[in-house]
């Protein structure tokens, strides 16, 4: 249950995770952690995972250096608000929860040095099964399969947990390229993509790109909505509920990163023609050298133009040398599209949850 902090709080780690750790206010003391609400399991207390809770998270997914766009403090915050995020640094580990419909789960393995990623994880378990009815509800999510390598493991192969063995699901795994392969378009696969590029061009010599700026915010959620129309009306097979659900959460997922594109400190760009912004794309470095992509929508009634944005935003980051686009969701067009730009290589992820013993199934 969520209860609300009557004092400012003092106390907000489990275990001390260093000065270094802490964000300093401007008269460069430790700031206290503000009054507000937390969750509660067992005696532990998990943190709502808002933007307060940005400098812990980029150190200490800084220090890791995982090339996953999962590992993005704005790509987490722009999708938390389908389940509520939850915070804390244990045995120096940045660990972030998410509240749903199915229970308390582990967004991502804890974050941080690998000889407290172990103590860290058997917390973490811990919070889950106090929390959950089931402790076959905890899940670890989008875990990099270097993790494995910290724990221990059964005859069998299957990674232990605090002496449990745990099931290994394999999920979709992020589209990584060279970013100068995706600049320079060179050869024969990529003859399409050029083609498509140079007719938007030629039918549409008024389009003119720009940095994304407050100024642009209405204009880009306008686009959004037009976008999220025109996909209804081209309903793909398959569940009609999945797909709509989907569909929302995207939409809220865009507005939210276009609201909190400066605090988020992500690079834009927006494509206009003949005045009217017809496409945004947004982004941001995940490591020194993989800048990911979060989000690109145009008017898909424009041809050439998402190929074009594309081309020209991975121009922003010319000095990192791949650039991560995410997963497919598991979506047979997005796979296409995704694999027509001839990925370099694939981010692959995993979720760790409990077996099931055979006389529960």
């Not at 392969?181 to 008024?206: C, H, M, S, V, W």
């Amino acid at each position: 249950m969520l209860n609300a902090v009557n004092a400012v709080m003092d106390t907000h780690f489990l275990t001390p995770a260093g000065t270094r750790h802490q964000p300093l206010d401007s008269d460069n003391r430790r700031r206290l952690e503000p009054q507000g609400r937390y969750l509660v399991s067992g005696k532990y207390r998990l943190f709502p995972f808002d933007k307060s809770a940005k400098p812990y998270f980029d150190d200490a997914a800084g220090r890791l250096g995982v090339a996953l766009s999962d590992y993005s403090f704005a790509n987490n915050v722009i999708w938390l608000y389908q389940a509520s995020g939850f915070y804390q640094i244990i045995e120096g580990c940045f660990c972030l929860f998410g509240l749903s419909g199915n229970g308390l789960t582990m967004l991502l393995p804890p974050l941080g040095e690998p000889h407290r990623q172990r103590r860290a994880l058997k917390t973490c378990i811990r919070i889950m099964d106090q929390y959950n009815p089931s402790p076959y509800q905890a899940r670890l999510d989008f875990v990099y399969k270097e993790f494995l390598q910290i724990l221990d493991h059964a005859e069998d192969g299957a990674p232990m947990i605090d002496g449990e063995p745990w099931h290994v699901e394999v999920t979709n795994p992020d589209y990584i390229y060279r970013t100068s392969d995706l600049i320079d378009l060179r050869g024969n696969a990529f003859k399409t993509k050029r083609n498509e590029i140079n007719q938007f061009r030629r039918a549409y010599p008024n389009h003119k790109l720009v940095p994304f700026c407050a100024e642009h915010r209405e204009a880009a959620r306008s686009l959004v909505n037009t976008w999220t129309e025109n996909r209804i009306r081209a309903l793909p097979e398959g569940s009609l509920e999945d797909f709509l659900y989907n569909l929302e959460l995207e939409r809220k997922a865009i507005n939210r990163t276009i609201a909190l594109y400066e605090e988020l400190g992500l690079e834009g760009l927006c494509l206009f023609i003949d005045g009217v912004l017809e496409g945004f794309t947004f982004g941001e470095r995940l490591t020194p050298n993989v800048a990911n992509v979060l989000i690109e929508k145009t008017n898909f009634h424009i041809q050439g133009a998402a190929q074009y944005l594309f081309r020209e935003f991975t121009k922003v980051f010319a000095q990192s040398t791949y650039i991560n686009v995410g997963d497919d969701l598991g979506f047979e067009n997005l796979r296409r599209v995704k694999m027509s730009y001839r990925p370099a290589m694939f981010g692959e992820k995993v979720i760790l949850h409990r077996r099931v013993p055979m006389d529960t199934r």
